[in-house]
């Protein structure tokens, strides 16, 4: 791998989920021991960034425990509006994250798509929910993930507008670590060590690298 390229890798929930999933999330959420033997496997490669998304209470309970044993830091990308909700974290538990040495970014408010926002949701994604947890933890908030990695070319424009340091996707390819836009990998019910080896560290076939490519240029794009 080249010296400035970084697999990120993303997980969801861990465990049995405490509250009624959205359509398409349970294909993300993975079992606890499978969570352990999947960090095991990273920890071993040269240049990997772990992260969660959706704020579940499962980050703190059973992810932030392993990371700890292991010596790993992750970014957490957490819900504002689902703070203190049932199986999501609360304040307390985020603070615990960002005391850990976690970094703590924005998932917005609400988990809908940032593409086509109207001005006063544009405001309460990308600026009230990070308002809310910059005071939560003390400390600004300058990293996102795009909910249900959706982007267009407008929604990276704001998000540079309202100088947002780095962005990460899902476009499950590589990233260059120096880079603004992050895409990821993230981990699905199905997978294993090994299957997370094949597909993460192993170079593409070309017409696959350049689909890949393709898909990304035409979000940032259109």
């Known amino acids: 791998m080249g010296r400035d390229r970084v697999i990120n890798v993303c997980f969801h929930g861990i465990g049995t989920p405490p509250r009624e999933l959205e359509p398409g999330e349970a294909p993300y959420w993975v079992e606890r021991d499978q969570f352990h033997a999947i960090l095991d496997e990273i920890k071993t490669w040269p240049s990997v960034r772990i992260s969660f998304d959706d704020g579940n209470a499962s980050d703190a309970e059973i992810g932030l425990p392993a990371l700890r044993e292991r010596g790993l830091r992750a970014d957490f990308f957490v819900l504002a509006g689902r703070l203190g909700t049932p199986g999501s974290l609360d304040e307390s538990a985020v603070r615990e994250l960002h005391r850990a040495g976690m970094t703590v970014g924005t998932h917005g408010m609400a988990h809908r798509s940032w593409r086509g926002m109207d001005p006063q949701t544009l405001l309460d994604e990308l600026v009230v929910a990070r308002t809310r947890l910059a ?88």
């Open 135 to 222: 005071g939560v933890v003390g400390d600004p908030v300058d990293t996102a993930a795009c909910p249900l990695g959706r982007y267009d070319r407008r929604l990276l424009g704001e998000l540079r507008r309202l100088r947002y340091t780095r962005v990460f996707t899902s476009d499950r390819r590589v990233a260059r670590g120096s880079a603004w836009l992050q895409p990821r990998f993230s981990v699905r019910c199905h997978d294993t060590p090994e299957s997370i080896r094949a597909e993460f560290l192993a170079r593409p076939a070309l017409p696959r690298r350049a689909r890949l490519t393709a898909v990304g240029v035409i979000k940032r794009l259109r």
